[in-house]
């Protein structure tokens, strides 16, 4: 059962902005870094935001993150085709001394 | 290349047991805190399990606490999980992935991930 709640879907055209939400507490977010992975179809995840707003080496500037309280989001810009894919979030939960992910995100570019 | 294959992929019955292999390579594994994460068919990620570099300090997901155990040999650069006691629900493809250095718990390579199917 995960403890970060992200909405189901997301949708955009391309070129546009697209914001994914995560929302969780204050044992996870509240007092933790927010991280985000990119789940493209039938391939293992890849870190895509570590640190809350840190772009891993490779990954293109389009890719934002941001904190504020418990919650976070994850934004992409001049939205592509290539960014259809499954969005995570995550976190450590010191209440559950663990690792928590949120619900997913599938982005599909219309 | 810095890389991580899982092995031990496989059909088991409910009540039965698996291990399962991480092989990494590319990097010095005796530096950096490893993890198992799972994702059943057609479900989110789920986080299992994490191992310190020294394998001192362990944590377990409370859906698998006292039926897996994690563990390590960085003298062969690998990453075990065994699984006892398996459930329906344990059906699922497991990564094995690395905790980023100064990345906090980040985890910056995965795995292609192994198939576990736990069925009668």
């Known amino acids: 059962q995960s403890v970060l709640t992200q909405p189901p879907s997301a949708s955009g055209t391309p070129g546009q902005r697209v914001t994914i939400s995560c929302s969780g507490s204050s044992s996870n977010i509240g007092s933790n870094t927010v991280n985000w992975y990119q789940q493209l179809p039938g391939t293992a995840p890849k870190l895509l935001i570590y640190?809350?707003?840190q772009r891993p080496s490779g990954v293109p500037d389009r890719f934002s993150g941001s904190k504020s309280g418990t919650s976070a989001s994850l934004a992409i810009s001049g939205l592509q085709s290539a960014d259809e894919a499954d969005y995570y979030c995550?976190?450590?939960?010191?209440?559950?001394?663990?690792?928590?992910f949120g619900t997913g995100t599938k982005v599909t570019v219309l | 290349e810095v890389q991580l294959v899982e092995s031990g992929e496989g059909l088991v019955q409910p009540g039965g047991s698996l291990r399962l292999s991480c092989a990494a390579s590319?990097?010095?594994?005796?530096?950096?805190?490893m993890n198992w994460v799972r994702q059943a068919p057609g479900k989110g990620l789920e986080w299992v399990s994490y191992?310190?570099?020294?394998?001192?300090?362990?944590y377990y997901a409370d859906s698998v606490k006292g039926r897996f155990t994690i563990s390590r040999d960085n003298a062969k650069n690998s990453l075990y999980l065994q699984m006892n006691s398996l459930r329906a629900e344990d059906t699922a493809v497991y990564y094995c992935?690395?905790?980023?250095?100064?990345?906090?718990?980040?985890?910056?390579?995965w795995g292609q991930g192994t198939m576990v199917t736990v069925s009668s």
């Open positions: 191992i310190s570099s020294s394998g001192a300090t362990i």
């Open positions: 995550a976190a450590w939960d010191d209440s559950l001394n663990g690792y928590v």
């Open positions: 590319g990097f010095t594994f005796s530096s950096y805190e």
């Open positions: 992935a690395r905790a980023a250095a100064g990345g906090g718990d980040a985890f910056d390579i």
């Open positions: 640190r809350n707003n």
